[in-house]
């Protein structure tokens, strides 16, 4: 009888000792040859966001145009320099990149017709994605030059008349004066007018006609 009860009382103590398991913590390690995954970042959310026609899009030429240098088709590039916004949030930043063609060029003539260079976008690049946008068309068209022709035709008269006047009196100042009229005609004729030209940095404005939808990120 006390042999069985010194055993009992042996195998509880070695129960107590070293018979439980281990700790949490040594459970809780991952086994050899495993490695512990880092949560992959989460995607961006984007939303769809229409710009209605209309808009004004404040333009920063980048490329240069000509009435007399650009042809029909040329492409011309602008950035944003101000910012697009609807219903209070940006949605195209300054910067953003528009691009477009010439669509007519006129010289300016030697007797009439101004200059005129004119121009319309029709791609936008936002966030490395391209957009198809239509726009008004931009027209820019040369001043009038009448008062610098008659100045010419005055000018041309004025020498005519002096110089007449000294070589046959009144007589010849008149006669001085309508040939000196007719080479300051002949002058404005053989002169072409101011041609338009627009450099990189030169600020214009146009505008929607049709609505744009674009991916923003949420």
């Given at each position: 009888m006390q042999k069985w009860l010194?055993?009992?009382v042996l195998a509880g103590v070695c129960a107590a000792c070293g018979g439980g398991s281990g700790s949490p913590e040594?459970?809780?390690?991952?086994?050899p040859g495993e490695e512990?995954?880092?949560?992959?970042?989460a995607e961006p959310v984007y939303k769809e966001v229409t710009v209605p026609a209309g808009t004004t899009l404040r333009l920063e030429l980048k490329s240069s145009v000509a009435s007399d240098t650009s042809k029909v088709e040329d492409r011309v590039r602008a950035v944003l320099r101000q910012a697009?916004?609807?219903e209070g949030r940006e949605v195209l930043p300054a910067g953003t990149e528009v691009v477009g063609t010439v669509t007519q060029v006129q010289r300016s003539g030697r007797v009439k017709g101004l200059a005129l260079i004119a121009y319309r976008f029709d791609s936008l690049r936002h966030d490395s994605?391209?957009?198809?946008?239509r726009t008004a068309t931009i027209s820019h068209e040369a001043k009038p030059t009448k008062k610098k022709d008659a100045t010419?035709?005055?000018?041309g008269a004025g020498i005519g008349a002096a110089v007449g006047g000294i070589l046959g009196g009144g007589g010849g100042a008149a006669k001085g004066a309508a040939i000196g009229g007719a080479a300051g005609t002949g002058a404005v004729v053989a002169t072409r007018g101011d041609e338009v030209r627009m450099g990189p940095g030169s600020g214009v404005n146009t505008r929607l006609t049709a609505p744009l939808t674009v991916r923003i990120k949420a």
């Open positions: 010194c055993a009992a040594q459970s809780a390690a991952p086994a512990t995954k880092t949560p992959a970042p697009v916004t609807v994605e391209r957009y198809d946008i010419k035709i005055g000018i």
